[in-house]
């Protein structure tokens, strides 16, 4: 391989990587998006945050945008439905932005679902996905929404697609799964 065209792949990874906050590149190359998608979704996520920070309303601690295809998730707890409509709005008018979908429920206190029990059911999911060998866990986002378990994605195949569905229902305290989760073609 040409020197040249080495290093440039080099920066392009590098660039990937940082922009789309994934730690390795084991996780970008595992990616079932091209590395100009997964750069494209990233900086969509990222205009998207920056947006929510300089909202009045909206809070980027809330609701988080994902990005999949240029299609933007947005996933988290509102307070009011203003929140919801600028929220929606902001990513709608994002370039590059083809479809938002929701995934967005009242903020309520519950005594038998908070942080502690949302983080161990993220953990737990994580886990059993790395464990299982058929999935390519890295492609796999997993978020969780008063015990709540919503994936979104890009996998490689609908057994992938199955089995990520069936390791977040498993798992103790899950009240329900919600799955963003597409199978590339």
């Known amino acids: 391989?040409?020197?040249?065209?080495?290093?440039?792949?080099?920066?392009i990874l590098m660039a990937v990587m940082s922009t789309t906050g994934c730690s390795t590149i084991y996780k970008g190359?595992?990616?079932?998006?091209?590395?100009?998608?997964?750069?494209?979704?990233?900086?969509i996520s990222a205009t998207?945050?920056?947006r929510y920070l300089d909202?009045?309303?909206?809070?980027?601690?809330?609701?988080?945008?994902?990005?999949?295809m240029s299609h933007v998730y947005l996933v988290g707890e509102y307070d009011n439905s203003v929140q919801i409509t600028k929220a929606v709005s902001i990513a709608q008018n994002v370039e590059g932005v083809k479809g938002v979908s929701?995934?967005?429920v009242p903020k309520k206190e519950d005594p038998t679902c908070g942080t502690t029990d949302n983080l161990g059911i993220l953990a737990s999911v994580k886990k059993d996905l790395i464990g299982d060998g058929d999935i390519w866990s890295t492609n796999v986002e997993v978020k969780v929404v008063q015990c709540k378990v919503i994936?979104?994605?890009?996998?490689?195949?609908?057994?992938?697609?199955?089995?990520?569905?069936?390791h977040a229902k498993a798992?103790?305290?899950?009240?329900?799964v919600k799955s963003y989760l597409k199978v590339k073609k």
Do not use: C, W
């Open 29 to 43: 190359a595992m990616d079932e998006r091209s590395v100009g998608q997964q750069t494209s979704d990233a900086t």
């Open 151 to 166: 994936l979104l994605g890009l996998v490689g195949s609908q057994t992938q697609l199955d089995k990520s569905i069936a």
């Open 55 to 68: 909202d009045d309303d909206v809070s980027v601690l809330s609701i988080e945008p994902y990005t999949f």
């Open 102 to 104: 929701t995934y967005l």
């Open 171 to 176: 798992v103790e305290g899950v009240r329900g």
């Open 1 to 11: 391989m040409n020197k040249h065209i080495a290093i440039y792949l080099i920066l």
């Open 48 to 50: 998207i945050m920056k």
